[in-house]
């Protein structure tokens, strides 16, 4: 149909997948997800301008709201608990909002995504306002759940940004900026987990990472803001800060027991 979204048409190349041989789908999907990259890659100057909105809106003490439902909402879920232990920005300055809560994490709530009112609720819940930013996340660009979370960050004058696989989509067209990597049908016609949700995982890693370097929150190319909360993160805060000061790595220690834990503050007292 024309009207149907993209993200639901059938991949001709793929017609016949299911009479495959197991290497022959997995060259499929594999050459399909070249495809994603590829579309990415076309949009980054749409990335640059997010990062742009994004960057002011934390320094000012904004908070960013990724908002979806089903995969997209798990990627944005994914993308924000990432923030605190890579680049210690505490948890509450980038959020997830998922349609159906904490439970559509690990298991599909499907009719979840069908209230545009439940991600403005909650939205106001957390506070939303005018200093603030909304990632909207959605392959298709129609879920009604996403949708109403533009609407109320219209409503109070936060900044929008969509992230879809669908130009022509409401969602696109609502957002102030529109991220819109054009990946096509996917291998299994409508599955939006499969280059859809890789090419959203890509442009979301490359908003955060982005963002974080440009807050200055990482030097050169070293986490000097991580948080050492296991031993593997302990560990690589004593490398990181013999490799910022050329201590050897029981006076990088030291420092560290003198600064809590917090590896930017070891590298400064070296540099004092």
């Known amino acids: 149909m024309a009207d149907d979204p993209l993200t639901e048409a059938a991949l001709e190349e793929t017609a016949d997948l299911d009479r495959r041989s197991t290497a022959e789908i997995l060259a499929a999907i594999h050459a399909q ?3 994603a990259l ?14 742009d909105v994004l960057v002011p809106v934390l320094a000012g003490g904004g908070t960013w709201f990724n908002v979806g439902a089903g995969t997209s909402g798990r990627m944005g879920a994914l993308d924000a608990a ?27 709530i499907e009719d979840a995504e069908d209230n545009p009112r439940a ?6 819940e957390r506070g939303l306002s005018a200093g603030d930013a909304v990632v909207a996340i959605s ?19 936060a900044r929008t940004i969509a992230i879809t696989c669908d130009r022509a989509s409401p969602l696109a067209e609502a957002a102030e ?4 990597p054009e990946v096509g049908p996917e291998v299994i016609a409508g599955s939006t987990r499969m280059k859809g949700g890789l090419a959203q995982k890509m ?9 974080m370097v440009r807050l200055g929150l990482v030097d050169g190319n070293l986490m000097t803001n991580l948080v050492p909360a296991s031993e593997k993160l302990r560990e690589r805060a004593v490398r990181i800060v013999m490799e910022r000061t050329g201590l050897e ?3 990088a220690q030291q420092l560290l027991d003198a600064s809590d834990g917090v590896v930017a503050d070891a590298i400064a007292r070296a540099r004092r």
């Not at 579309?39 to 990335?47: F, I, N, Q």
């Not at 920005?89 to 809560?101: I, K, S």
């Not at 991600?119 to 106001?124: G, H, S, V, Y």
């Not at 442009?203 to 963002?211: I, N, R, Y």
């Open 33 to 35: 997800d070249a495809v």
């Open 38 to 51: 590829e579309a990415v890659g076309r949009v980054l100057p749409d990335v640059e301008r997010a990062v």
């Open 82 to 108: 990432e923030i605190p232990p890579t680049f210690g920005l505490p948890a509450h300055r980038v959020q997830a909002v998922v349609a159906g809560g904490a439970a559509a994490l690990t298991r599909a």
């Open 119 to 124: 991600a403005a609720f909650e939205l106001r």
């Open 139 to 157: 392959a298709s660009g129609r879920t009604p759940y996403t949708l109403g979370s533009l609407e109320v960050a219209h409503e109070v004058g």
């Open 177 to 180: 900026i529109a991220i819109v």
């Open 203 to 211: 442009v979301l890693h490359l908003l955060s990472t982005t963002a």
């Open 249 to 251: 790595r029981e006076a």
